[in-house]
């Protein structure tokens, strides 16, 4: 079986190749840990401090507001995440990162991060692409919130999440898509 530690690498020289010493250094410093379903990743109120990278399983980042349930992002295997205001910001996180199945995290601590960034310029390329992917994505969603209905805005989960839909509960992706589990059965229903 593969290292986990290689599939991180492997996914961080797809968006950005590194050099041989930085790859050589970047393996050094990764960590795996293992999550159970329903167990918390990173919890809101604490400052995110690692890069983190889905090895196998499913994750999700939620909060809740008002009584309410919404669900950022879901992170399926191969995606890196972080809680981004906190991790660049040393700001605590409004928001969790909870583990949907079973699930293998590899991450890489902040500081260790920043000494990579430092130390080698085909890491600091590689955190440049990875947060202009981040900023992208958070933008693409606000859009969708902002200018989709709500079965627009279940037509384009169905394009970026749809393959995962067994592996997501309704009432998560109702969370999603910043509507009620009904309204989300509605939806289903005039499909």
Known sequence: MKEKKSDFLEKVNNISPLSNDASEELIQHIQTNSYKKGELIHTNGRVCRHLFFVESGLAKHFYYHNGNHYVLRFFEENNFFI???????DLPAEYS?????????????????????QKYHSF???????????AYTAIS???????????ERYAKFLKEYGHLQQRISLGDTAGFLGISQVSLSRIRAKK
Do not use: M, Q
């Not at 583990?99 to 960034?117: G, K, R």
């Open 83 to 89: 809680a981004t205001d906190s991790f660049f910001n």
């Open 97 to 117: 990162t909870l583990a949907l199945e079973e699930t293998t995290i590899s991450h890489l601590a902040y500081d260790d991060f920043e000494l990579l960034c």
């Open 124 to 134: 600091e390329s590689f955190a440049r692409k990875f947060v202009s992917t981040v």
């Open 141 to 151: 969603n606000l859009k969708g919130l902002l200018y989709l209905d709500a079965t």
